[in-house]
């Protein structure tokens, strides 16, 4: 029997109520972490191993979450392959976007050296937790790294010059998948030979391409990364925005836990879904915001879930907001902590 319910769940044993954490919960609405930013910027905090690690713990103790997750960006990818990113305030911005160079995939060459940092974090942070949390690793999906790699930051949040691409530059596009996907492999093995409990990835532009699409020409680069995963053991989480219809294409092979975003019915997505994969979400990051009576009702619905569907990790279906009031996190965590009892 597992005390921790998210080890419980990712490997498929009974719980007395859904794990919770939240995506983005490390760092954004957190007073601690806002405080040292007012004195480092986040690239620099990510990159100092003890400021990192305690970032990543911060949740636990600050809001009561059920899972740590590694404090870290996908976008460590496309800079350990070269590609600029300046971390501005408005988000990362890219002064050379690939899609500007007659042949990308020659521009890059990876520096395994530049992730040393993740090493040194996921170290100490094995150092500092308790033995019953768990600790989630992640990475950026193959389209959402090559989105940011050739399109730049795109505000639209559509891509349509990147999908372009795809379509025009089918053979440039599949070799940087490839340079993506490699590096991501040895990414994998890095944070697995450092102590990761399970593997998450974003795949957070899933819904600028169609899915026959994702399903032909990146899923087969999201399957490499997965079996880098399964080489360790480790239960693996697929979080493909806005995927939709999609979701019904996913096998056992793909992904133990499907997360699903904030316009996918719950029960619409367990009807898609794979019996053997599990669910995690889906509420509206947005709900956050409401009176907690209103939040409260949402809850009800998930316990609900949960009871009929036991394969069941509580998320939202995005990000949480930066400006969220953190007494509603707070509110979520004990609430479901109530319902055990
Ligand atoms: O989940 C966590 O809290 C762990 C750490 C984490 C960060 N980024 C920290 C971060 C994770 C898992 C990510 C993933 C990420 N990064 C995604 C996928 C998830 C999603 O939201 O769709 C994407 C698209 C990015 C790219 C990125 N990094 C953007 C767009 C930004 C700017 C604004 C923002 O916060 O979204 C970042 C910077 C970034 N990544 C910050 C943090 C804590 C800095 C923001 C701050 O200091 O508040």
């Known amino acids: ?7 419980a769940v990712i490997n498929h044993q009974p719980a007395c109520r859904p794990p919770v954490w939240m995506m983005r919960q490390a760092g954004r609405v957190l007073p601690r972490y806002r405080q040292l930013t007012k004195m480092l910027p986040f690239r620099t905090i990510m990159s100092y ?8 713990l911060m949740p636990i103790d600050d809001m009561g979450m059920d899972a740590a997750i590694l404090f870290s960006d996908i976008l460590v990818i496309p800079e350990a392959l070269g590609v600029k990113v300046e971390w501005t305030n408005e988000g990362p911005a890219f002064p050379h976007p690939l899609m500007d160079v007659e042949h990308p995939a020659a521009e890059l060459s990876f520096s395994p050296s530049h992730l040393n940092h993740v090493a040194d974090t996921l ?13 989630i690793g992640f990475c950026g999906g193959p389209l959402t790294c090559l989105c940011y790699m050739l399109g730049g930051r795109d505000k639209t949040m ?7 691409y795809l379509y025009t530059h089918r053979e440039e596009s599949l070799q940087l998948l490839d340079a993506i996907t490699s590096a991501s492999e040895t990414y994998v093995h890095l944070q697995a030979a450092h102590g990761i409990d399970t593997f ?8 600028v391409i169609s899915a026959e699409l994702y399903q032909d020409m990146i899923m087969p680069f ?4 997965t079996a880098a995963v399964r080489q360790h053991g480790l239960p693996i989480i697929f979080f493909p925005k806005g995927f939709g219809a999609g979701l019904q294409m996913l096998t056992p092979e793909d992904c133990d836990f499907v997360s699903i975003d904030w ?3 719950l029960l619409v997505a367990r009807h898609l879904v794979n019996p053997a994969i599990g669910i995690q979400g889906n509420m509206d990051p947005r709900i ?15 316990l609900a879930f949960f009871r009929e569907h036991p394969n069941y990790i509580f998320n939202l279906g995005h990000g949480v907001h930066k400006d969220t009031p953190l007494e509603n996190v707070q509110f979520v965590t004990e609430w479901f902590r109530q319902a055990q009892k």
């Open 1 to 7: 029997m597992y005390s921790n319910p998210f080890f």
């Open 49 to 56: 191993a003890n400021l990192a690690a305690e970032v990543t």
């Open 123 to 135: 170290d100490e942070i094995m150092g500092q937790k308790r033995a019953d949390t768990p600790v």
């Open 158 to 164: 559509q891509f349509t010059d990147v999908v372009r």
């Open 200 to 207: 998450q990835i974003f795949e957070s532009f899933a819904g």
């Open 222 to 225: 999201v399957r490499r990364i």
């Open 263 to 265: 316009q996918t019915p």
């Open 288 to 302: 956050l915001f409401a009176p907690q009576a209103v939040i409260e009702q949402h809850l009800q619905q998930y």
